[in-house]
Nanobody, 132 residues
Framework: EVQLVESGGGLVQAGGSLRLSCEAS????????IGWFRQAPGKEREGVSG????????YYADSVKGRFTISRDNAKNTVYLTMNALKPEDTAVYYC?????????????????????????WGEGTLVTVSS
């Protein structure tokens, strides 16, 4: 079964840390770019971070640079998002998504016409709540 499963969300105080995991199955993980997106209540989904297949190119939204770190373990078919110095404004449902590296469309920051950022696969999401 083709799927992405997120885990690691929860409630944390401002300044704290969490590590999200995205475990993939059913497709050639090493050939896919994997990203993290989030959607806060009443707001549009936004790209947080992404990591490319093969070249390992990394993207971070300006709002998380210096605080979040993305990494991937191809042996475990898993991408991690380590989140430090969390702020209440980081509260959101965090989604993992994937697209084939060779797919000519897709963006970590532009949702595109359909709002899907050109991603082919999406997880169900994990809730991160940061209390002040």
């Amino acid at each position: 079964e083709v799927q992405l499963v997120e885990s690691g969300g929860g409630l944390v105080q401002a300044g704290g840390s969490l590590r999200l995991s995205c475990e993939a199955s059913g497709f050639p993980f090493e050939d896919y770019d994997i990203g993290w997106f989030r959607q806060a209540p009443g707001k549009e989904r936004e790209g947080v971070s992404g990591i490319g297949a093969r070249d390992g190119n990394i993207y971070y939204a300006d709002s998380v640079k210096g605080r979040f770190t993305i990494s991937r373990d191809n042996a475990k078919n898993t991408v991690y998002l380590t989140m430090n110095a969390l702020k209440p404004e980081d509260t959101a449902v965090y989604y993992c998504a994937a697209k084939a590296h060779d797919r000519p469309i897709g963006s970590w920051s532009d949702p595109g016409y359909y709002g899907s950022f050109g991603m082919e696969l999406w997880g169900e999401g994990t809730l991160v709540t940061v209390s002040s």
